[in-house]
């Protein structure tokens, strides 16, 4: 998922003061969810792969 896209999806939102939980892919989201503790963004990274650049959640 790109950030435009979860951008997109955010806007549908309606209820915007609710928490945000993220999942591992063999995890139930219901069950094994975890709270975001804070996010930050990688714009470039020291070997000038790409390989980090992105947004990360980190769980609490």
Aim: glycine share 10%.
């Amino acid at each position: 998922m790109t950030v435009e896209q979860l951008e997109v999806f955010l806007k549908t939102v309606k209820e915007k003061k609710k928490s945000v939980y993220f999942y591992g892919p063999d995890d139930n989201p219901f069950d094994d969810g975890i709270g975001v503790e804070n996010a930050f963004e990688v714009s470039s990274d020291a070997t000038a792969t790409g390989a980090f650049e992105g947004v990360y959640l980190k769980g609490n």
